[in-house]
T-cell receptor, first 113, second 114 residues
């Protein structure tokens, strides 16, 4: 039973480019979270999705950031027109139900030059 | 007030001692509580979950929950150098907008000295 799969593991972008991060949840999990982590800091909640629906996006900046979790395929976190401050590790986690334990992927580390 | 608060540490304990990690949360309606461990450069891994008041033991780890005080703790007995990591407290909350979401504290860095 494969765990949560994130790709790419490392991504380098220049300012103004787009970053697209993908997350495939564990089999049977329909709840997906995205978190952002800066070095030496905690996990900052960004968005919580359930298949085809955004449940809570209160932690995600309204400009430049978007997330989706389509009926088929992985969840996508998209950052348009990246800036240096977007450099961080982005972790995806999945759960089988709304109040359950989260299982994390290995993270995607974005570097903006 | 932060939604989930932890002492950032670092907390340093000698090998074989008990490490005590604490966490408070703001949402009185929260029902699910978790402790994660994160090694430097790695992703968080689940140590324990707790849903009811009282203690829950799993090997060297004991989670304690007091909903009246909005307080969760993690005890690590017989601490080992391999326990040196950042420990993250997580709370599944019911925001006013509805639904649920899991919020993490900033984490407590633990060092176990050999």
């Amino acid at each position: 039973n494969a765990g949560v799969m994130q790709n790419p593991r490392h991504l380098v972008r220049r300012r103004g480019q787009e970053a697209r991060l993908r997350c495939s949840p564990m089999k049977g999990h329909s709840h997906v979270y995205w978190y952002r982590q800066l070095p030496e800091e905690g996990l900052k909640f960004m968005v919580y999705l359930q298949k085809e629906n955004i449940i809570d996006e209160s932690g995600m900046p309204k400009e430049r950031f978007s997330a989706e979790f389509p009926k088929e395929g992985p969840s996508i976190l998209r950052i348009q027109q990246v800036v240096r401050g977007d450099s961080a590790a982005y972790f995806c986690a999945s759960s089988p139900h709304p109040t359950g334990e989260l299982f994390f992927g290995e993270g995607s580390r974005l570097t903006v030059l | 007030q932060k939604e989930v608060e932890q002492n950032s540490g670092p907390l340093s304990v000698p090998e074989g001692a008990i490490a005590s990690l604490n966490c408070t949360y703001s949402d009185r309606g929260s029902q699910s509580f978790f402790w994660y461990r994160q090694y430097s450069g790695k992703s968080p891994e689940l140590i324990m979950s707790i849903y009811s008041n009282g203690d829950k033991e799993d090997g060297r780890f004991t989670a304690q929950l007091n909903k009246a005080s909005q307080y969760v703790s993690l005890l690590i007995r017989d601490s080992q150098p391999s326990d040196s990591a950042t420990y993250l407290c997580a709370v599944n909350m019911n925001p006013p907008t509805g639904g649920f979401k899991t919020i993490f504290g900033a984490g407590t860095r633990l060092f176990v000295k050999a």
